[in-house]
């Protein structure tokens, strides 16, 4: 294993009942760089990231972090382990702050007893902390508005400073551009550029542009199937990847 590899997965299946929505995958998921999983509707993108945070059991396979197999830990040892997924719009708390929705999040990282927490009532320690990631997103100027009174993209920045809050190594990430227009995404593709070089990222996205200019590699998977990992250019000049978007609507390739 090469040192720079923080998150594996080594025949990873995920099946409900008869159907195999993630089959034996294997990938290898690098430090200070940002890995892009595509793939038509139903291709098994969200189920691979519900495994690696945790939220899913692997039905077979395995999930290595740092060299070490995690799939049968509990999925609050995922996110204290660093790995940090995403949060959803319906995680934020629309009358908190934004500065508060980070502390919250952070707290969920610490659990009670988190090393360099042990110290009881530390709000300035978690203050600063949310401080850092809302500065990070570049949410520094809306510390203090609630979270129901900022923008749609806003908002999609929030859950990105929430996930930094709790101090991840991995950051994954499903669909962080979801709805949003080109300039709010534009926002969003600056800010993984930036982060990429500090964490190790998976990114589940539908926008290919952004998918192109930010991965620096690239997995393709159709029907819970690994098509094919390489750079940019080696997946879009692959005959297979462009059959498979073929009579999907989807003419990025
Ligand atoms: N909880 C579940 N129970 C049963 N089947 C499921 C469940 N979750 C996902 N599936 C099935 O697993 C397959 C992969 O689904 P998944 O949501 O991972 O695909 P996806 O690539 O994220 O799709 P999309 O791009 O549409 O979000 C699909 O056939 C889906 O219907």
């Known amino acids: 294993m090469s040192h720079d590899i923080v998150l594996e997965t080594e025949a990873l299946c995920k099946y409900w009942g008869g159907i195999k929505a993630l089959d034996n995958m294997n990938l290898a998921f ?107 997103v570049g949410l520094g100027s809306r510390r203090d508005t609630v979270a129901a009174k900022i ?40 800010l993984l550029k930036n982060l990429k070089s500090d964490y190790c990222i998976v990114l589940v996205e539908h926008d290919m542009d952004a998918v192109f200019e930010l991965s620096d590699q690239l997995t393709v998977m159709v029907n819970g199937q690994h098509l094919v990992t390489g750079t940019v250019d080696e997946v879009r000049d692959d005959v297979r990847v462009k059959e498979a978007y073929l009579g999907q609507g989807d003419e990025v390739f």
Not at 45 to 69: D, F, M, Q
Not at 102 to 107: E, P
Not at 119 to 129: G, P
Request: hydrophobic content about 35%.
């Open 151 to 190: 923008s749609y993209g806003e908002q999609r920045q929030l859950e990105i400073a929430m996930v930094l809050a709790t101090a991840p190594s991995v950051l994954l990430l499903d669909e962080p551009m979801a709805g949003m227009g080109h300039e709010e995404s534009q926002l969003i593709i600056d």
């Open 30 to 136: 690098r430090a200070n760089s940002l890995h892009g999983i595509v793939g038509p509707n139903g291709a098994g993108k969200s189920t691979l990231l519900n495994l690696l945070c945790g939220t899913y059991e692997p039905t077979s396979g395995r999930i290595l972090h740092n060299g070490e197999a995690i799939d049968s830990i509990k999925p609050y040892e995922f996110a204290r382990r660093g790995i940090g997924r995403g949060f959803q719009k319906t995680n934020i708390y629309p009358s908190a702050t934004c500065l508060e929705n980070c502390c919250i999040a952070a707290q969920r990282r610490i659990g009670g007893n988190f090393n360099i927490f042990r110290w009881r009532h530390n709000d300035q320690l978690l203050k600063e902390i949310a401080d850092e990631a809302l500065q990070r």
